[in-house]
C-alpha cells in the first residue's frame, strides 16, 4: 500500500545513503536542484524509470533529462563534438541541458528517450542532486517532481502536496534557486529548445526559432520518433506479414507485459517498437493496453506510433 506521505530527511549523509539505496533498488526519489525539486530514478533502469511516469501521472512519455555527476559519466552517455565540450566546459555544472546523440553502447533505458536516437544530458549545481549522483554511481533521470500538470515545486513541501505518497524520499534542501527549469538547447541544429535560467545572449549563436515564442515545445519532438511500417492497434492476432506485439493474454511475437502489467509494459514499449521495426515484417499489431494508469501515456505513444504518415 502507499503511505499518505513521503519520508523527508534534511539534506545530509544519512538522507544521500537511504536515496542511494532507494535508486539501487529501482525506485524514485525527490531531490532538490538548483533548478526546481527533480523525481530521480536510476536512467539505466527501465523499470524504475516508468515507475516516474506512473507517480506522476504523465500521460504521455515525453523524453527525460539525464543527470550526471562528471564528464566521465557523460561520455558514456552521449556523444560530445568540440562545440557540446566547449558549452559543458563552460556552463556545467549549471541550468545548461544540452541535447546530444547517444554515445554507442550508452546504457540510458530507451524510455528515458523515448526511442529518440539523442538524449538530453546535464550536470547540476547542486550538493544534493551530486550527492545522489555519487552515492548511487547511477545517472539520474528527473523530470520534475510534481504531478503531471501541477507546477514544478521549488520547496519540499511542494512535492509533498503534489505527489504525497506516491514517492518513498524526499531530501529537502530548501528552496531551489533558480525556480524555473534549465535552459535546454539542441546543439546539432543550434536552437534553443526551452528557454530557461541561462538566457539566450548567453548562447551566441543559438536560435530560438524563427518568431519569437515559436519555439518548438521540446515535449513535442518526442513525437518524431515512429517507426517506419504501419501500426495497427488494438489487435488481438496478426494478419499475415504482421509483427505482433502482446499485451497481457495476447500472446504476440513479443510481449509487452505477459502477465498485464502496466509499469513493465511502459518500461518496454519502445524497445518493443524499435525490435518489431527491425523485424523482416511489413507491419506491426499491437493488443490493446487498458486505458487506466500508466496505460494512458502507453496508448497515447501507440496512438502516435500508429499515426498515418
Ligand atoms: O531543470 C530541469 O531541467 C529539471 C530538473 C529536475 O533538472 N528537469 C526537467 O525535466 O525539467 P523535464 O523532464 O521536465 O524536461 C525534459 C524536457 C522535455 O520538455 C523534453 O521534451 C526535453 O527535455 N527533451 C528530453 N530529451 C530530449 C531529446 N532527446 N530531444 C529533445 N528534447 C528532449
Ligand atoms: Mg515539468
Known amino acids: 500500500m502507499t503511505p499518505a506521505n513521503p519520508r523527508i530527511l534534511p539534506y545530509g549523509e544519512a538522507a544521500l545513503a537511504e536515496a542511494a539505496a532507494l535508486i539501487r533498488r529501482g525506485e524514485c526519489v525527490a531531490v532538490p536542484t538548483e533548478t526546481v525539486y527533480g523525481l530521480a530514478a536510476d536512467a539505466t ?9 506512473a507517480a506522476k501521472g504523465r500521460p504521455s512519455f515525453n523524453p527525460l ?72 554511481g547511477r545517472p539520474l533521470a528527473a523530470p520534475s517532481a510534481n504531478a503531471s500538470g501541477g507546477i514544478s515545486p521549488t520547496r519540499a513541501a511542494h512535492v509533498v502536496s503534489s505527489l504525497g505518497g506516491r514517492v518513498p524520499l524526499v531530501i529537502d534542501d530548501g528552496a531551489t534557486e533558480a525556480g524555473i527549469e534549465s535552459t535546454i538547447v539542441d546543439t546539432v541544429r543550434r ?78 514499449l519502445f524497445d518493443a517498437l524499435h525490435r518489431a521495426d527491425a523485424s523482416g515484417r511489413t507491419g506491426i499489431a499491437v493488443a490493446p493496453v487498458p486505458h487506466v494508469g500508466l496505460g494512458v501515456a502507453i496508448n497515447d505513444r501507440l496512438v502516435r506510433a500508429a499515426h498515418p504518415r
Open 191 to 268: 536552437v534553443i529548445l526551452r528557454p530557461g535560467p541561462i538566457p539566450a545572449e548567453a548562447l551566441p549563436g543559438y536560435g530560438t526559432g524563427a518568431t519569437p515564442g515559436a519555439i518548438t515545445a521540446p515535449g513535442q519532438l518526442a513525437s518524431h520518433y515512429a517507426p517506419s511500417k504501419p501500426v495497427r492497434l488494438g489487435a488481438t492476432r496478426p494478419v499475415p506479414g504482421e509483427w505482433l506485439i502482446g499485451f497481457g493474454a495476447v500472446a504476440g511475437d513479443d510481449t509487452l507485459s505477459a502477465s498485464g502489467d502496466l509499469v513493465e509494459a511502459a518500461s518496454r
Open 65 to 136: 533529462i539525464v543527470h550526471v555527476a562528471d564528464m566521465a559519466m557523460a561520455e558514456t552517455i552521449a556523444r560530445f563534438d568540440d562545440e557540446a565540450r566547449a558549452l559543458a566546459a563552460r556552463f556545467w555544472p549549471g541550468p545548461l541541458t544540452m541535447v546530444l546523440p547517444l554515445a554507442e553502447g550508452s546504457p540510458v533505458a530507451s524510455l528515458v528517450t523515448a526511442g529518440l536516437p539523442t538524449v538530453a544530458l546535464r550536470m547540476p549545481d547542486h550538493r544534493a542532486m551530486q550527492g545522489v549522483i555519487q552515492a548511487s
Open 45 to 53: 533502469d527501465s523499470a524504475a524509470v516508468a515507475g516516474i511516469y
